[in-house]
C-alpha cells in the first residue's frame, strides 16, 4: 500500500460502505531476522502485502506478536523519532535496575530481560487493523512498527486476516 | 446507549449467547475538531450510535485513529480524571527533553511534537470493542475517549463494524 | 491449551491456512475474585477453555475488562516477573500523589482510587486475540494476565468469539 491509497481527509467524506457475504479467514506467518538488542522495524509493506494478496475487501486483520519482549504498535517511521522511542523506553523501564526476574535467587531466567518484559508490556503485543477496499486503513503517517527488545533474534509474527472476500 | 445498557454483574449471569448468520461489515468515520493543544473527548454516544445504526446485532467494532499523535483508550469521563490523566502524560514525556524529533539537525518536522508522538505510542491509536444485541459493550464506568495530544486540530477516526446483521 | 500447542518456529513453516463458511459468534463471560488491592491473575486456561467450546474453529476472541480499574494484557506468567510489573506501576504512578479524582473538593469518587485508573489505562483494558485451529494463537511463553488495581473486588471480563464455526 503506498501512503496515497490510505484513507484520508478526502475519503472520510465519502458515502459510508456497506458489504455483505461469506466470512474468509487467512493465516499468515511473518518472520523478522533482528540485529540489535533495540530495535524497530517497519513492517507496514509486507503486512499490506498480505492484506492485498488475501482477496479479503472489507474486513479486520490481527497482528500479535508470537513472543513476550517483541511488540507491535503504531508510529512514524523516521530515525530521529525511533531514537526518542527507545529513549523512552529506557528512561521509563530501566535495564540495570534490580529487577526480580534477573534475580538467580527468584527466577530461573538467564536471559536478565525483565527490562524487555516491562517495556513490551508498555508498548502492548498486538495491533488489530482495519481493511477497506482490499487495502489496510492508515493515516498518512501511520506505520506498523515492530519492537524488539531483547534481540538479536529471529521473531515470528501472525497475522489473521477476516472478512468478506472478493 | 445509556449506561443502564451496559453489561453488568447481572447479564454476567445470564445465559451464554450463540448467533450464526451472514458476514456484514460496515465502515464509518468520525470527525471531531478539537479546541487545546492536549484535550480529552469522550466519544462513547457516537460510537454506539454508529452501532447502532449498522445493523449489525452479535459481532466487534474497530475504532481507528487516523493520526499518529491522536489516540483513543477506555476511561471513565471525569473532569478531575482527565485533569490526572494530562498530569500524567506530562510527567511521563516531558515536552521540553531534547527530542531528536524536534531537532532540525534530524528531523524536518516543524511541528515540535516529539511529546505527542510518544504519548499517543503509551496510550494506543486503537480499540477494538465488543457488539451484543447491537449496542456496544461498556462497563458501567467505562466511556471511549480520544486524546488530542498534538491539537488545535481536526482529527478523523474509522469505524469498522463488523459481524451477523438483523 | 497446553503450551505445545501455542505456534512455534515449526509451525510458522507449515503452509498458509485459508478457510471460508459462514460466520458464529459466542458471548461468554468470566469472573474473577481478586483478594488483594494489585493483583495478576492468569486466565490463560479459561480463555483457552471457552474458545475450545465454542465451535469456532478460525477467527478472533476479544477479551474485555468490564471495569475502569482492571486491565488485560500479556506476559510471562512467573511470580518474580509479576513483582516487578506491580513495582514498575507503583513507580510510574504513584499512589498517593496529589491526584485530583482523589480530591472531594473536584470529585464524588470515595474510593481514592486514581492511580488504579491511570495504570489500568497504560496497561490497556482488552486484548484481541487469534484462533486458529479451534485454538488460542499464543507464543511459547505468552499468558493473559489480568491485573486488579483496586481490589479486593469481583469482576468481570466478557468474551466475543467471533469466526468460522466446525
Redesign the interface.
Known sequence: MTKSS????RE?AEP??????????????L?IQTKDRVELTDVTDRVSGLVRDSAVR???V?L?????TCAV????S????H???K??LEE??EREAD???N?PD??D?DRLN?DA??R?????????????SGAL??????RVLVAELDGPR?R?L?A?I????D
Request: hydrophobic share 45%; net charge neutral; glycine share 12%.
Open positions: 490510505a484513507v484520508n481527509a472520510a459510508r460502505s456497506t458489504a455483505g457475504g461469506g466470512l474468509l479467514v487467512r493465516g499468515e506467518t518472520t472489507e474486513g479486520l490481527s500479535w506478536s508470537m513472543h513476550t504498535f503504531i508510529n512514524e523516521q530515525k530521529a523519532l531514537a526518542d522511542i529513549r523512552l521509563m523501564v529487577w526480580m526476574h534475580d527468584h527466577s531466567c525483565a518484559h516491562l513490551a508490556m508498555l508498548l502492548g503485543h498486538s495491533l488489530t487493523l482495519q481493511i477497506s486503513v492508515l493515516g498518512q503517517w501511520q529471529s515470528t501472525r489473521q477476516m472478512g468478506i472476500g
